[in-house]
């Protein structure tokens, strides 16, 4: 039997012997026959009314039995500590006078229950409370909320007995796994580093963006090593109490040490480890008396100890100084995003058990999602599943696979939003804008496919097939500009109208424009040089404003330069656009028949080739249902769309 159903068993225990005892006396005080007096029973002995007198166990309690059987019983209660016969014969009641009446007397034998009830009585609410009190923390120590044990540590303890996570599951990390190898050689043959005289690193800081794997490379650590592994969330260390989070890194600490080897996984180590004295609460924030207490505990490691802390964060740039100097965090393993050899290792470690199609290309899918990380991957593996299973198809296929990485990308597909004609046909020409100018730059991105069907917060969307590229030159900004105003400059050549649908692409020129010229030196007026900083507020961990190092003079050259870059790239669109008005036109009435085209597709309008074939879809019938809504309500000066190059419609 566990101990919380002990423990509940004994409470139902008392419980029930608090029920007895308040039956008993109870039915003590309330009695269902009539009450005499002493006096009153020496006076119907003389007047022989009394048959029978029967005195309870303890003495105290006597109940007459009259001659009359009709007569209720009646009973007298016994005071002090003289007998009945004593009390009797204080009214000239003697033994002769019982004998005379025929009176009998008899005499119940004592029961241990007469003289425990009582007492248990008592004493039995003040063992309740107890017996209660008892309960309530039992149950808080058994959901581990720790009520009462404030500064005892929170960290979760795994076995690695049989580990569920081993290198083999981490994919796309290669040179990272090669670095943390040494850390498990070390917990498996401490002795072979020891006899050269080398010395493992205390802490391990894993770095990398969110989703890239940091906590799943911890518990591969802990799997290979096969040692006890301890995990806990920095932020779990604070409490509103003061001193709690400093007692609970000293009890994490101990635990490991008994422990040992082992290993110590601290996720979200910023949540303590943020630089000091950038806090509210000054030098006092407790907060800081927890990474203080951090840094004593990794100080008071010796060699021999073999415990090794991991700890993982996304923003090593607001950690402590005190806390990355060696001796503490003395290795940084840095875990980037992966490139398109890693995604595909990623990829196929996801598929695994999964029934996948032998149509599917894994390689077209890791070049296809650049700038996922493994979470990205896994969600996206995940909903090609999910549609499969809607779809009740057997395989997951590569369809499948497309629709899901672009769900993860911008959201499912909005079919059922109404859309006027007017801004379909809009939204046709600003897609098609964006793809011609990508295609016509050579320095541009690839076009992977063109849609008009709404995705999350986006009428329309052209997708690139994006490089892992790490460098970008003044070429590539200007080709990027110019491509994201291809839109803008399309609504504006056909319509003699330009509309909010561009507002995103200005966003993105603008900024890129101003890193160019402020960032990256990119012009020519101003030079090499940085303008401006930002500054960030260690406790809140964002960029809050710029501080500006420049005069007034320079800012203008700035604006100057921004606006340049812009019109140059403006013009640039312009032309590529108006040079080619038929493809233009074509690409846009071909979007607004078909809805959405694909990279080979868009390939061949270019080129002047035909359509190849393509299979029937599931949403074919949604361009008949819209283009009867609009025969419906034709605006006018609205043409319906054609695959014929009509002219140049009017503007709206």
Not at 38 to 50: F, R
Not at 323 to 352: N, Q, S, T, W
Not at 535 to 558: C, H, N, P, T, W
Request: a negative charge; one cysteine or more.
């Amino acid at each position: 039997m566990s101990g919380n159903n002990t423990t509940r068993w004994l409470i139902y225990l008392i419980l029930g012997a608090a029920l007895v005892a308040f039956i008993w006396s109870y039915s003590r005080s309330v009695s269902p026959t009539d009450a005499i007096t002493i006096s009153q029973l020496a006076q119907q002995i003389q007047q022989n009314e009394v048959a029978r007198l029967d005195v309870a166990g303890d003495g105290r309690l006597v109940t007459v039995h009259y001659v009359n059987e009709q007569r209720p019983n009646a009973e007298t209660n016994i005071s002090g500590v003289s007998s009945l016969e004593e009390l009797l014969s204080n009214y000239g009641i003697s033994s002769r006078v019982y004998e005379e009446a025929g009176l009998i007397i008899n005499y119940e034998r004592p029961s241990r229950w007469a003289t425990w009830l009582p007492t248990l009585a008592f004493f039995l609410p003040a063992v309740l409370i107890i017996a209660l009190l008892y309960f309530f923390y039992r149950q808080a120590q058994g959901n581990n909320n720790q009520a009462i044990s404030f500064g005892k540590s929170r960290a979760r303890m795994f076995n690695s007995d049989h580990p569920t996570v081993t290198f083999q599951d981490v994919a796309g990390a290669e040179e990272a796994k090669e670095s943390l190898a040494e850390v498990v050689e070390f917990l498996r043959e401490p002795e072979k580093f020891i006899s050269f005289g080398a010395r493992i690193p205390k802490g391990v800081l894993l770095v990398g963006s969110p989703g890239t794997g940091k906590t799943l490379l911890a518990k591969a650590v802990s799997g290979e090593a096969g040692v006890p592994f301890f995990a806990i969330a920095g932020s779990e260390f604070v409490e509103m109490f003061v001193g709690v989070g400093a007692s609970r890194v000293r009890d994490l600490f101990e635990q490991a040490k008994r422990n040992s080897p082992c290993i110590i996984f601290i996720d979200e180590i910023d949540a303590v480890g943020r630089q000091r004295g950038a806090g509210l609460g000054g030098s006092h924030d407790e907060r800081e008396q927890t990474l203080n207490q951090i840094l004593v505990e990794m100080d008071g490691f010796d060699t021999d100890t073999h415990v090794i802390i991991l700890a993982a964060t996304n923003r090593p740039d607001i950690l402590d100084p005190a806390l990355m100097r060696p001796g503490r965090f003395d290795r940084r393993v840095i875990i980037d995003k992966p490139d398109y050899k890693g995604r595909e290792a990623i990829f196929r470690v996801h598929m695994r058990g999964k029934p996948i199609a032998s149509s599917v290309d894994v390689t077209v899918l890791a070049r296809a999602t650049p700038g996922f990380v493994g979470a990205d991957i896994e969600n996206s593996v995940n909903e090609a599943a999910l549609l499969t299973a809607r779809r009740n198809l057997r395989n997951i296929g590569m369809p499948e696979f497309q629709e899901a990485i672009e769900r993860v990308q911008l959201g499912p597909e909005r079919r059922s939003r109404v859309i006027s004609p007017e801004e379909r046909e809009i939204t046709a020409y600003h897609e098609a804008g964006h793809a011609i100018v990508s295609h016509l730059l050579p320095h541009a991105q690839t076009v992977r496919k063109i849609t008009i069907i709404p995705r999350g917060m986006a009428g329309g969307v052209t997708w690139y097939l994006e490089e892992d590229a790490h460098f970008y030159s003044r070429s590539k900004f200007k080709a990027l500009i110019a491509s994201a105003l291809g839109g803008r400059v399309a609504e504006e050549i056909v319509f003699g109208e330009i509309t909010t649908g561009a507002g995103s692409d200005l966003k993105q020129v603008t900024k890129m424009a101003r890193a160019m010229v402020t960032q990256y030196g990119m012009s020519d007026a101003l030079g090499p040089r940085i303008y401006g900083e930002t500054q960030e507020m260690v406790f809140l961990g964002r960029e809050i404003s710029e501080q500006r190092d420049y005069s007034d003079a320079i800012a203008e050259k700035i604006d100057a330069e921004v606006r340049l870059i812009i019109d140059e790239a403006y013009d640039r669109a312009r032309q590529l656009l108006t040079d080619n008005r038929d493809k233009l036109e074509l690409i846009a009435h071909t979007l607004l028949e078909m809805e959405t085209l694909e990279a080979a597709e868009f390939v061949a309008l270019m080129e002047g080739e035909d359509l190849p074939p393509r299979p029937p879809s599931s949403h074919s019938n949604r361009t008949d249902r819209l283009a009867e809504e609009a025969g419906k309500r034709e605006p006018s000066g609205w043409q319906k769309p054609s695959l014929k190059l009509p002219p140049s419609p009017s503007p709206i």
